[in-house]
């Protein structure tokens, strides 16, 4: 019944493994963002797409790749993990109608600890 | 993209007393969302505002957005306990669907 799910709540890896976070949603939404939350809680936006389509890419560095396979998952895919990529990353959903803005959807976050 | 700044960073507050929490932006925003984090938790939508001065009451929460929409406030009356967390304002970005979230205020209420 979780509205937003994301695997793995946690997750422990050494500098310059590779690894992957999975969020799926069940409420139907055509729009999915990865954010990503510091020691210090700023939440920043990573990326945003909408029915599959790559709409939002900040300035993340490309060992990071979203894949959305459908619009009610987006994973995560990062590369050579780094010590500064250790945050907590939260997955959220919305639907989006016209130029509306909806409210926004958060999975329950995976600690990333990079060691 | 537009920036949200927002004040205190954190407040400590006594049970039952009054806690504001102040967001501001130096562009006009569109809208302007509240979310509330629970310490180890995730962003909870709280409210949304769109109008210009409006005004909107759950509890003993009150939200307002400002006049010429460029700043917004969270007053929550008689704290208590169940309120300690993180509240974030976030105004939505000039572009795409996804909101720009201010560095948030964490509130610790003590019995």
């Known amino acids: 019944d979780t509205a937003v799910s994301q695997t793995p709540k946690y997750l422990v890896t050494q500098m310059g493994n590779d690894k992957s976070i999975k969020c799926e949603q069940n409420?139907?939404?055509?729009?999915m963002y990865w954010y990503k939350q510091d020691s210090k809680k700023f939440l920043k936006i990573m990326f945003s797409?909408?029915?599959?389509?790559?709409?939002i890419n900040e300035t993340v560095p490309n060992r990071f790749s979203p894949k959305s396979p459908d619009k009610a998952h987006l994973n995560l895919h990062i590369n050579s993990l780094e010590l500064g990529d250790s945050a907590v990353y939260f997955c959220?959903?919305?639907?989006?109608?016209?130029?509306?803005?909806?409210?926004?959807?958060f999975g329950p976050g995976t600690r990333l600890t990079v060691l | 993209g537009q920036q949200v700044m927002q004040i205190p960073q954190y407040q400590h507050v006594q049970e039952g007393e009054d806690f504001t929490t102040y967001c501001n932006s130096s562009?006009?925003?569109?809208?302007i969302q509240w979310y509330k984090q629970r310490p180890g938790g995730h962003p909870v939508f709280l409210i949304q505002?769109?109008?210009?001065?409006e005004v909107k009451k759950q509890k003993r929460l009150t939200f307002q957005f400002g006049e010429a929409k460029k700043n917004s406030s969270l007053h929550i009356t008689a704290t208590q306990t169940t309120d300690v967390g993180t509240y974030f304002c976030?105004?939505?970005?000039?572009?795409?669907?996804?909101?720009?979230f201010g560095k948030g205020t964490s509130l610790l209420v003590t019995p």
């Open positions: 409420l139907g939404h055509d729009t």
């Open positions: 505002l769109v109008k210009s001065g």
């Open positions: 797409y909408n029915n599959k389509e790559l709409i």
């Open positions: 562009t006009t925003l569109s809208n």
């Open positions: 959220a959903s919305s639907q989006v109608s016209g130029t509306s803005l909806h409210e926004q959807f």
């Open positions: 976030a105004g939505r970005r000039n572009s795409g669907y996804a909101l720009n």
